[in-house]
T-cell receptor, first 111, second 115 residues
Framework: GQQVMQIPQYQHVQEGEDFTTYCNSSTTLSNIQWYKQRPGGHPVFLIQLVKSGEVKKQKRLTFQFGEAKKNSSLHITATQTTDVGTYFCAGRETSYDKVIFGPGTSLSVIP | EAGVAQSPRYKIIEKRQSVAFWCNPISGHATLYWYQQILGQGPKLLIQFQNNGVVDDSQLPKDRFSAERLKGVDSTLKIQPAKLEDSAVYLC?????????????FGNGTRLTVT
């Protein structure tokens, strides 16, 4: 079955440093979504990518969808303490509506 | 708009007991999901409903877990009997109808501890 993987599992950065998390699917995706979960909270939708090679930006966050629609990345420029949390990618296979989440990357920001 | 409502917020039971969780999705959202999130892991899809029909329940342990969505609105997830490994947060999510690429809106979840 479809598997979604993410690396790294954990990342500790100094405030102001950049951060990147990578997401890979075992199958081609129709779209990929990114969610953020704060400690003790629930996943909150950040963005969705649909087109091959798509790049979207939200302030300091840059999201990319690979040309083959099997991988994606999230890059945060100049991290802040408010960026702390776990970032999940979630993909839908081309033929299904099932949303499969990756294991997440937990980001810690040292002030 | 009101968010996805879940109850209870916390539940502690002994193994072999039964437990039920309730979810009320955002009004008008046709698709409802139940996810299990074990500490330190990503959400794992248990079951997905489209209105009151099941779209996918391939990862639902059907010997002990059951779920229903009567009238295509509220949903309940039941575990009977519970095992220690069922300790997790159970997240309910919903998404709007007819939108293949629509985002999921999550509730606050029910944290289950099985002792």
């Amino acid at each position: 079955g479809q598997q979604v993987m993410q690396i790294p599992q954990y990342q500790h950065v100094q405030e102001g440093e950049d951060f990147t998390t990578y997401c890979n699917s075992s199958t081609t995706l129709s779209n990929i979504q990114w969610y953020k979960q704060r400690p003790g909270g629930h996943p909150v939708f950040l963005i969705q990518l649909v087109k091959s090679g798509e790049v979207k930006k939200q302030k300091r966050l840059t999201f990319q969808f690979g040309e083959a629609k099997k991988n994606s990345s999230l890059h945060i420029t100049a991290t802040q303490t408010t960026d702390v949390g776990t970032y999940f990618c979630a993909g839908r296979e081309t033929s299904y509506d099932k949303v499969i989440f990756g294991p997440g990357t937990s980001l810690s920001v040292i002030p | 708009e009101a968010g996805v409502a879940q109850s209870p917020r916390y539940k502690i039971i002994e193994k072999r007991q039964s437990v039920a969780f309730w979810c009320n999705p955002i009004s008008g959202h046709a698709t409802l999901y139940w996810y299990q999130q074990i500490l330190g892991q990503g959400p794992k899809l248990l079951i997905q409903f489209q209105n009151n029909g099941v779209v996918d329940d391939s990862q639902l342990p059907k010997d002990r877990f059951s779920a229903e969505r009567l009238k295509g609105v509220d949903s309940t997830l039941k575990i009977q009997p519970a095992k220690l490994e069922d300790s997790a947060v159970y997240l309910c999510a919903s998404s709007p109808p007819g939108l293949y690429n629509s985002p999921l809106h999550f509730g606050n979840g029910t944290r289950l501890t099985v002792t």
